[in-house]
């Protein structure tokens, strides 16, 4: 009796932390359960195991169990676009790489993190044409330096306050603009690349503010500076790649609409999660670390890294640029109601 009541609670909770996220409210609270699917996924499947071993005594906890069984279809139809068996947005590239690819490097070092050998050998390994690296403060920049005849275009913000960012590339750059869109001490980058064929394609980095009560209780801030990237990305008449630590998952909500706003593709879909964060806890992962893509691109690899000692795995993907895919590509399209609900976040007040 006292095992079936201990279900029945347990169920109660995760049924809640399902529930919780279809709230669309911006304070932490509602937003962070939007981070464990698959461990959701898991929780519930164990729940209804045990449930068929103890089979609930009353109707209430029956009901509870049928309720548990629609739940886990909701949560597998959530994690289905992000398994292998689900559509493809970005079609793989058919040509080997070549001078219209570009490769990516993106890595959060986790600022007191001090194993910088392990990344210099990382970016030596992955021989990336661009380099982002956040949570970098000045004794990031004197550690990387020594890459910079390698890597001769740079953008550097090193910052201690946990939001710094190191840009490093090895192809030619144009235009580079260090903004501040939300709040003046966390930096994003806005720059063009030149690829090797002489193609220019536009590329925003950013690195918002996680709704946690340590960092920041509200997603407020952290939405409306990915939607305001998104809407910049969609105004481009250049091929576009956003990357970098979003602090959001990619099926949350805000993830989605940024992607219906901006047009741009995300390479995981079809093709696996990547979870990015925790390195550190392999059943606290969730991918957080992005890069999307216009829908002149397809994709060459898209790899998460070994560890470098930070608490997230960086990650590293290779585009290759081919307008003639575009109509192979899928094609994000933002409804009148998601057009409303981006300029209602893009409008929000970011006072607390």
């Given at each position: 009796?006292?095992?079936?009541?201990?279900?029945?609670?347990?169920?109660?909770?995760?049924?809640?932390?399902?529930?919780?996220?279809?709230?669309?409210?911006?304070?932490?609270?509602?937003?962070?359960?939007?981070?464990?699917?698959?461990?959701?996924?898991?929780?519930?499947f164990s729940l209804l195991v045990c449930h068929?071993?103890?089979?609930?005594?009353?109707?209430?906890?029956?009901?509870?169990?049928?309720?548990?069984?629609?739940?886990?279809?909701?949560?597998i139809y959530q994690v289905f676009p992000f398994?292998?068996?689900?559509?493809?947005?970005?079609?793989?590239?058919?040509?080997?790489?070549?001078?219209?690819?570009?490769?990516?490097?993106?890595?959060?070092?986790?600022?007191?993190?001090?194993?910088?050998?392990?990344?210099?050998?990382?970016?030596?390994?992955?021989?990336?044409?661009?380099?982002?690296?956040?949570?970098?403060?000045?004794?990031?920049?004197?550690?990387?330096?020594?890459?910079?005849?390698?890597?001769?275009?740079?953008?550097?913000?090193?910052?201690?306050?946990?939001?710094?960012?190191?840009?490093?590339?090895?192809?030619?750059?144009?235009?580079?603009?260090?903004?501040?869109?939300?709040?003046?001490?966390?930096?994003?980058?806005?720059?063009?690349?030149?690829?090797?064929?002489?193609?220019?394609?536009?590329?925003?980095?950013?690195?918002?503010?996680?709704?946690?009560?340590?960092?920041?209780?509200?997603?407020?801030?952290?939405?409306?500076?990915?939607?305001?990237?998104?809407?910049?990305?969609?105004?481009?008449?250049?091929?576009?790649?956003?990357?970098?630590?979003?602090?959001?998952?990619?099926?949350?909500?805000?993830?989605?609409?940024?992607?219906?706003?901006?047009?741009?593709?995300?390479?995981?879909?079809?093709?696996?999660?990547?979870?990015?964060?925790?390195?550190?806890?392999?059943?606290?992962?969730?991918?957080?670390?992005?890069?999307?893509?216009?829908?002149?691109?397809?994709?060459?690899?898209?790899?998460?890294?070994?560890?470098?000692?930070?608490?997230?795995?960086?990650?590293?993907?290779?585009?290759?640029?081919?307008?003639?895919?575009?109509?192979?590509?899928?094609?994000?399209?933002?409804?009148?109601?998601?057009?409303?609900?981006?300029?209602?976040?893009?409008?929000?007040?970011?006072?607390?």
């Amino acid at each position: 009796m006292e095992i079936q009541q201990a279900l029945f609670c347990i169920s109660i909770v995760v049924i809640l932390f399902t529930l919780i996220p279809l709230i669309r409210h911006d304070f932490w609270v509602f937003r962070v359960f939007e981070y464990p699917r698959l461990q959701k996924l898991v929780l519930n499947f164990s729940l209804l195991v045990c449930h068929a071993f103890y089979f609930p005594a009353t109707t209430l906890q029956k009901v509870v169990v049928v309720i548990l069984v629609f739940n886990l279809i909701y949560i597998i139809y959530q994690v289905f676009p992000f398994t292998k068996f689900g559509k493809k947005q970005i079609v793989s590239s058919k040509s080997a790489a070549n001078d219209k690819n570009i490769t990516l490097l993106i890595a959060n070092v986790y600022q007191d993190n001090r194993d910088s050998d392990s990344y210099l050998k990382l970016i030596k390994k992955c021989n990336s044409d661009v380099l982002l690296m956040v949570e970098t403060n000045s004794w990031w920049e004197q550690q990387i330096n020594v890459i910079g005849e390698d890597y001769p275009y740079q953008l550097k913000i090193p910052l201690e306050n946990t939001y710094g960012m190191l840009f490093y590339s090895r192809l030619q750059l144009r235009n580079g603009k260090i903004n501040y869109l939300v709040k003046e001490d966390i930096p994003s980058i806005e720059v063009e690349v030149q690829l090797k064929n002489g193609q220019w394609v536009k590329l925003y980095c950013l690195h918002p503010e996680p709704p946690v009560p340590q960092e920041n209780p509200r997603s407020t801030e952290r939405d409306k500076e990915i939607l305001m990237v998104g809407k910049s990305a969609k105004d481009c008449q250049l091929p576009v790649i956003v990357m970098g630590d979003l602090n959001d998952v990619a099926w949350s909500y805000t993830t989605e609409l940024f992607g219906k706003i901006s047009g741009l593709l995300d390479p995981r879909r079809g093709r696996g999660f990547f979870n990015s964060f925790n390195a550190k806890y392999f059943f606290l992962r969730f991918p957080l670390d992005h890069i999307f893509c216009s829908t002149d691109f397809t994709l060459s690899s898209i790899k998460r890294m070994e560890s470098c000692g930070s608490d997230h795995f960086p990650m590293c993907v290779s585009l290759q640029y081919n307008p003639k895919v575009e109509a192979l590509n899928e094609q994000p399209f933002a409804d009148e109601s998601d057009l409303e609900l981006a300029e209602e976040k893009l409008n929000a007040s970011t006072e607390n």
